[in-house]
């Protein structure tokens, strides 16, 4: 561990944002203050922004969690407590097409570990959308 568990504990992992969106399973309402800070707050793929309470409202009413998938994470630092995560999802919608997402989440380290202070979706163009690389069942 030394060197490479301080390392993985100076930035956030995919599994942290994960948490929150991933591919049929739901974040547990009591982890989502944990994890998005005081100040969050969202710009959804409608252009809609929403607060960290109504994100915590709106992820703890949900029963099921949709098939999402994301892949092409890459993570940046872009301060000595700051990252930024960007990646694509793609989710399928009632017409069958799938829902092509552009994201991007800042993360900021504090006393409790990585928060989600920021998250923005932007829907993707197909011509510009990566092929999808979804998991085995």
Same mark, same amino acid.
């Given at each position: ?48 922004? *929403? ?35 960007? *990646? ?50």
């Amino acid at each position: 561990s030394g060197r490479a568990g301080m390392a993985a504990s100076r930035q956030p992992s995919i599994a942290l944002d994960a948490a929150l969106h991933h591919h049929g399973t739901l974040c547990p309402p009591d982890r989502l203050p944990v994890l998005l800070h005081p100040t969050f707050h969202e710009v959804g793929r409608s252009g809609i922004p *929403y607060s960290r309470d109504t994100v915590i409202r709106y992820l703890s009413s949900c029963q099921t969690a949709p098939p999402t998938f994301s892949f092409g994470h890459t993570l940046h630092k872009i301060g000595e407590q700051q990252a930024l995560l960007c *990646y694509a999802s793609s989710s399928p919608v009632e017409n069958g097409e799938p829902l092509n997402t552009w994201r991007s989440s800042i993360w900021v380290a504090g006393t409790d570990g990585w928060q989600l202070i920021y998250h923005q979706a932007t829907p993707a163009e197909p011509a510009s959308f990566p092929t999808p690389i979804h998991p085995n069942p």
